[in-house]
């Protein structure tokens, strides 16, 4: 028996929401989607902010007019859940209503509250050595950033005390938008970990560090799991989402954690590239791991029995976006371009580019790093520095592979999904760039929601647990990479490395 869900996919720039039909029998099938766009608010002082009010009205436009062009009846509609951008703060009063706007993962303003906190005292890789073996025993990773969302919640408490004063709870983007729907107040523990609150042996937030923070616990909302139902959808939001009164509402997870389970990503070794607005590379493993030197580290998922060890970079797919929209004049969609660079030979005639377009996170910390083109002569072409901009995405990634593999053995098949693994002539620049064998799913743009929709079918007892979920994932295409290209990239790796190491200081002296 098969029931349809509405799973809706949170991103930074716009909400996803799509109709899924699930069984135990047949894969996820995905019936339509609607999108919908907001504003991304990029402050002068290092901010980025949301207006959390855009997601909901997001979610109630894309959902009304996903019905109605498919002709689904509200009560057809078994549950809603959800995939979501996180490490995000909204602060909101008692009723949920948002005291200010959402601050997001992107947001690098609170570089002072994180050096108060963590550049004292004895240090290890510029960090505070006591307050680090506090987090790795607690949490198993560092909040080693100054975009954690704990920095940006102590930076309103400086500079915004009248805003902060009012908090009744501390919310990520989906907690907000499940409390929107239900009045109820909880975040998936996948989220809490993302805070670097979450005392992972415990299953609860931790006290330890919540004092050594001067985190206020009363302003952290209630735990539960991924396949949880939070609440059911109160009568206004209800008829605000054109959805019946009293469908379940399911807390679904982060993006990184769903990503991986809608790709099928989720037995030990597995591999997930995402390229998307940003991306990262996932690996699943067994076992709380920090790389402090490369800043990688194995968070909470959905599956309460496995970890994500996250490698992530900040621009993505958003590169590609970035070189379309501001080399191409001539009105090209992104089949013009793959069209306009398909015989460009791999290394793009000598010129690298770095996707470090809004500063990076692994394996290096720099919010002043940026994008670069390297080694343009005179008969450098357009379709160089597009073809380049696409290897130096798939180079990175391939960084934080190697950097993945000095912890945990991968399997040999990497999935590559998000966006960017729509283009099959990416798909096999990725390939020949990591030296790897590639897989792709089925509508790999909706593989967060597909996670989501998944998770649903744990929930309502259709699977055992979350680990059969990969038998209802299905690979699309494989890609094998060609040696004579993986030869040409092997060469520039090391260059690409050291772009980072040797304009660290300048990028500084431009951007601090």
Request: with cysteine.
């Amino acid at each position: 028996m098969s029931v349809k869900v509405i799973a809706y996919d949170v991103g930074t720039t716009g909400l996803k929401t799509c109709l899924f039909s699930i069984s135990a029998e047949e894969s996820v099938q995905y019936l339509a989607g609607e999108v919908e766009h907001y504003a991304l608010h990029v402050l002068d002082n290092g901010g980025v902010e949301q207006d959390a009010a855009d997601w909901w009205d997001a979610m109630a436009r894309s959902t009304r007019r996903l019905l109605e062009r498919t002709g689904t009846a509200r009560e057809e509609i078994r549950g809603i859940t959800f995939c979501s951008q996180f490490q995000t703060v909204v602060l909101v009063d008692q009723a949920g209503r948002p005291l200010r706007r959402a601050m997001s993962c992107m947001d690098a303003r609170a570089d002072a509250q994180f050096k108060r906190y963590m550049n004292t005292g004895i240090k290890v890789e510029g960090l505070d050595v006591i307050k680090v073996l506090k987090y790795l025993k607690i949490t198993g990773a560092v909040s080693g950033s100054a975009k954690d969302p704990a920095w940006k919640y102590l930076w309103v408490r400086d500079n915004e005390p009248e805003i902060f004063q009012k908090t009744y709870k501390w919310l990520d983007a989906k907690e907000y938008l499940t409390c929107r729907a239900t009045g109820v107040m909880k975040a998936s523990r996948d989220d809490a970990n993302g805070t670097f609150l979450y005392d992972v042996k415990k299953g609860c937030w931790s006290k330890t560090l919540c004092r050594m923070l001067e985190i206020n616990m009363e302003h952290l909302p209630e735990l539960c799991d991924s396949t949880d139902q939070v609440g059911t959808l109160l009568p206004l939001p209800a008829e605000e989402l054109g959805l019946a009164a009293g469908t379940p509402v399911f807390a679904g997870g982060s993006d990184v954690s769903l990503c991986s389970v809608g790709a099928g990503c989720v037995e030990l070794g597995d591999v997930l590239v995402y390229s998307g607005t940003s991306g990262w590379v996932a690996t699943t493993v067994g076992k709380l791991h920090l790389d402090l030197g490369n800043l990688i580290g194995a968070l909470v998922g959905a599956d309460p029995t496995t970890y994500n060890y996250i490698a992530e970079v900040e621009t993505s797919g958003k590169c590609m976006e970035w070189v379309k929209d501001r080399i191409d004049r001539m009105g090209m969609d992104y089949d013009d371009m793959i069209e306009y660079i398909k015989d460009t030979p791999a290394g793009a005639n000598g010129v690298i580019f770095s996707p470090w377009m809004h500063g990076n996170r692994c394996p290096f910390d720099d919010a002043n790093s940026r994008g670069v083109f390297f080694n343009l002569d005179i008969t450098t072409h357009g379709s160089d520095l597009m073809k380049a901009v696409i290897e130096g995405v798939c180079m990175h990634m391939r960084w934080l592979l190697e950097c993945t593999e000095g912890a945990f053995q991968t399997r040999p098949v990497v999935r590559f999904a998000g966006g960017s693994a729509i283009s099959p002539y990416i798909c096999q620049v990725m390939a020949d760039v990591l030296g790897r064998e590639v897989e792709t799913i089925e509508n790999t743009r909706q593989v967060g929601a597909m996670g989501a929709a998944a998770l649903l079918a744990v929930s309502f007892g259709m699977l055992k647990d979350i680990k059969e979920i990969r038998k209802i994932i299905q690979v699309k295409a494989v890609y094998q990479p060609r040696p004579e290209n993986t030869a040409v990239y092997d060469k520039i790796l090391p260059v690409f490395k050291n772009l980072y190491k040797d304009n660290k200081k300048s990028f500084a002296a431009l951007n601090g």
